[in-house]
């Protein structure tokens, strides 16, 4: 009885033995997984995008409520002082027509990136559409450019038109924004002031 009871806790042994290496095994295993790479996914990084930008300076944020908005984002994340303006533009090519509009600007800084909240006061605009369309919210991201016909027609290659923009040579400077918010959602505002690189 003794030598079968032995022979059972030898051959058990055996058995967890196995099992402990099969787990030490299956642990040091590389992982295999079907799921396409974060570099498959993409164009991989050897290639360079069709449109180079440096990274984005600005979020803008549309608002219907500048004062309540500075509050808001003040009590909540911090962010402030606001540096406030009013502009009164004339002339802005909006979907193809010249247009007026009058802004109120709220600006201030958040580490290396520029917040811009926008209240559109008279006339029709991107933000105004986008209020009605979807309500408060990020609406843009701001890149600079060197040149802004150059960078203009990148983008017209890839079927992305400008939808709002204006140069206004005696300031030595002009903006636009395109037409990316039916792919990601946000629109891209590129601008480009003579004598600064981005």
Not at 126 to 144: D, S
Not at 155 to 171: D, R, S, T
């Amino acid at each position: 009885m003794k030598h079968g009871r032995s022979a059972f806790f030898r051959k058990r042994k055996i058995r967890v033995d196995a099992l402990f290496q099969i787990s030490v095994e299956f642990m040091h295993r590389p992982l295999v997984s079907s799921r396409p790479t974060l570099k498959e996914k993409t164009m991989g990084s050897e290639n360079k995008p069709p449109i180079p930008l440096p990274p984005p300076e600005q979020i803008g944020i549309v608002v219907e409520d500048m004062d309540r908005a500075i509050e808001h984002f003040g009590r909540v994340l911090g962010w402030g002082p606001f540096q406030i303006m009013e502009s009164k533009m004339r002339g802005v090519i909006y979907r193809g027509k010249p247009t007026d509009c009058r802004i109120r600007m709220a600006t201030c800084r958040s580490g290396n990136i520029e917040i811009e909240l926008l209240q559109i006061l008279e006339g029709e605009t991107p933000h105004t559409e986008f209020l009605r369309e979807k309500g408060e919210g990020v609406h843009h991201l701001r890149f600079r450019v060197n040149d802004m016909a150059d960078a203009l027609a990148r983008f017209a290659k890839e079927g992305i038109e400008p939808v709002w923009h204006q140069n206004l040579p005696q300031y030595g400077i002009s903006f636009a924004y395109l037409d990316t918010a039916a792919t990601g959602g946000i629109m891209i505002e590129l601008i480009e002031i003579k004598g600064v690189k981005p």
